[in-house]
């Protein structure tokens, strides 16, 4: 059976999106270093968030925590060039560094940018669809859950756990539905 999230690993391959140092260990599911006290995830919770997050082709997305890009090219897989996935992240060598990957390998409906200082996600830009977070909150950021569009999906983990919060279609913006779905370690969110 068909797996999008499987095809977007195919098509996406982790050793495009890591260091020379660490592409041997690409196989590795496992977190691998890729500089600034960041990591590339590893991929089995990758996987997992990514089928939470139900991704559907033409999706508005956005990846908080871009990192090394690899999961912006995955997101922009699921959505195809009918969507775009805008990638954020805070640390400049990190936004450089994604970027090239993405322009190297990765789809033209997807690219990264630098965080503005003391703003959570692109509120400029939302609503989104979408919105997977690769780092960890101590707490759920209304900032991050205030851009999901009606029907929107977040997935991210706070103190320790994977949530996947739903904005409900025609409910009140301030009552998003969250469950819990594992225990989970990450860089924090900064």
């Known amino acids: 059976m068909y797996d999008p999230v499987d095809a977007a690993f195919a098509a996406a391959p982790r050793e495009e999106f890591l260091p020379r140092d660490q592409r041997e260990r690409a196989s590795y599911d496992g977190p691998l270093d890729i500089g600034h006290g960041q990591t590339n995830s590893q991929p089995r919770t990758v996987a997992a968030m ?7 082709p033409g999706d508005r997305v956005l990846d908080v925590g871009s990192g090394s890009g690899w999961a ?41 940018v630098a965080a503005r200082p003391g ?56 009552v998003p539905r969250v469950t819990r779905h594992g225990s989970y370690r990450f860089v924090p969110l900064l």
């Open 50 to 56: 990514l089928r939470l997050l139900e991704v559907q």
């Open 72 to 112: 912006t090219a995955l997101l922009a897989h699921l959505t195809g060039p009918a969507g775009y996935v805008i990638g954020v992240e805070i640390k400049p060598d990190l936004v450089a560094f994604g970027a090239a990957n993405l322009a190297r390998v990765g789809p033209t409906w997807a690219y990264i």
């Open 119 to 174: 703003v959570l996600g692109l509120p400029d830009h939302a609503p989104f669809d979408r919105i997977l977070v690769s780092a960890q909150a101590r707490r759920l950021p209304e900032a991050l859950v205030a851009q999901l569009g009606a029907g929107g999906r977040m997935v991210l983990p706070v103190d320790g756990t994977m949530l996947l919060v739903e904005q409900q279609e025609g409910e009140p913006r301030d």
